[in-house]
């Protein structure tokens, strides 16, 4: 298996796919570096209809809140694709599922200090389990 980064990433299975309702999300608590240190990150999520699960942090960068996964899913025509997405449930704002990008700001800015565009994780299903990318090998 080839993973983004063979030092550092460890494949962490958090749930079945059939935990999953499609179209619909679910946070997920796994472990992460941040500025260095050990730490556990929130991360949202979604079963799209195809069985494909997409992984954006759950914390919403224009309210402040770890509210993603109560999002409603989506898609939007970018460029030539249809590509899923997932609206805060607080302003509305529109991030694409597979890049994090945010694609509609909705008149805001986020908080101060944060990007408007999502971490993302990389997800495998195998076996029926969901199988998140996660920082760090002790997992
Ligand atoms: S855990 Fe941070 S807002 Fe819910």
Request: aromatic share 4%; glycine share 8%.
């Amino acid at each position: 298996m080839t993973t983004l980064d063979e030092r550092a990433t460890t494949w962490l299975t958090v749930c079945g796919l059939d935990d999953l309702p499609r179209e619909r999300g679910a946070a997920a608590l796994v472990p992460d570096e941040v500025d260095g240190a050990a730490a556990l990150t929130q991360v949202a999520l979604f079963r799209l209809l195809d069985d494909t699960v997409l992984a954006v942090q759950q914390h919403d960068p224009f309210s402040d809140a770890h509210v993603l996964a109560r999002g409603i899913v989506g898609t939007r025509r970018v460029g030539e694709q249809d590509v899923p997405t997932v609206a805060s449930p607080m302003h509305k704002q529109v991030f694409d599922l597979r890049t994090g990008v945010c694609l509609d700001l909705a008149g805001k800015q986020p908080v101060a200090g944060r990007s408007p565009d999502l971490r993302t994780w990389d997800v495998l299903v195998v076996d029926g389990q969901v199988r998140v990318a996660v920082a760090g090998g002790a997992a």
